[in-house]
């Protein structure tokens, strides 16, 4: 089987900002992951052993002069001793179990130090993916020439209403190339004429440095998970934003606040982190409720919530957002980053419903037990983790 991930920073951008905040503030911790198909997919006999053959060969992968260069130049707030760390770091399949079971379900499971696990999950995320067109022989219906078009014809209709957007497609893409498509499509349209809207990049750092484009993320719902596994989830919020804000000084970017819902994230969001922060990312729940929360908390703290930037990626696609647009330029200065709509949009071919959370940490390699963690979703139903777990977490926080 061919190789499928074959750059280092093939990656989303948030990967590599939670991995130095990791390193810099919880540098001897260690976390277990699990894989998690919402679909319960039943995978082709042989497939765990195909996605521990494609873990193999990231072994292989280091990071390029090249990539190390552009980081320098556009990720400006990551400290010059992370490329060091970059430099050395190598992948192990030693951190990672995948098998299926007697029904042909797939597992993977990872654990390890933190700072080293972190950067599997997305690179994982899209072998899984990847792997199982190939495997199933649906890559044939892969029309990249007609999925340019298509993508177009998307830019055409976001950067007409207005829209500021990114790609954030790489954990559920269909393959490596559709999402160079999307990118490349998505530039061209960019660069064609003036437009009220604007296309701000892509997640994938390989693919921002492939067409000169800025990487863009900030974090995932690990970073504040894996804290709320070690210290509880009552302040989990408030120690998850001193830490970035240990790391990143002023450069803190967007805040992603649902890890463990609204309300204890809106009790630990004082003025100072509502200050600090450029704005918050809606990832789950009702949009505009959400955008209504949000607006609300920034007025009683006396902020002009239109300073403000929200990030909207929860299962966005071209119609929502654009309606979206329309709705909440009123009040905060909108942006969306839409992932698998992008990525995994080919006629014919179901979208994988694919996820890899943190579920387990513990502060330092000598503790003999781990703490579970889980993720509790502003959308009903959508709680990721052991549901024992879930409801431990949600009675603490009075849910």
Known sequence: MRQIINHFTDDDLYKFTMCCAVIDNYPRAWVKYEFNDRDNTVYPKGFADLVMEQVGYLEKLTITDEEIAFMRRKCYYLPDWFYIYLRGFRFSRKWVHAWQDEDGHLHIEFEGVWAETILLEVKVLAIVSELYYIVCNEKDKFDYDAYYHKTYHKAERLLEAGCTYSDFGTRRRASFQAEDTVVR??????????????????????????????????MAHEFIAAIGGMYGPQMANHIAMNAWRHTF??????YLYDTFGWNIFSLNFSEDFANLFKGLRVDSGDNMEQLNRICAKYRSLGIDSKTKQVIFSNALDTDRAIALQHEAEKYVQPSFGIGTHFTNDFDGIRPMNIVIKLVA????????????????????????????VIRRFMEALHL
């Open 361 to 388: 940490a513990k502060i330092t390699e000598s503790w003999p037990f781990y703490n579970d963690t889980c993720k509790i979703s502003e959308d009903n139903g959508k709680h990721t983790g052991d549901p024992q």
């Open 249 to 254: 000084n002023g450069a803190l970017g967007t």
């Open 185 to 218: 499509a998505m530039k061209d349209c960019q660069e064609a004429r003036d437009w009220k809207g604007r296309f701000v990049g892509t997640s994938n750092v390989y693919l921002a440095m492939k067409y000169d484009l800025t990487p863009v993320g900030t």
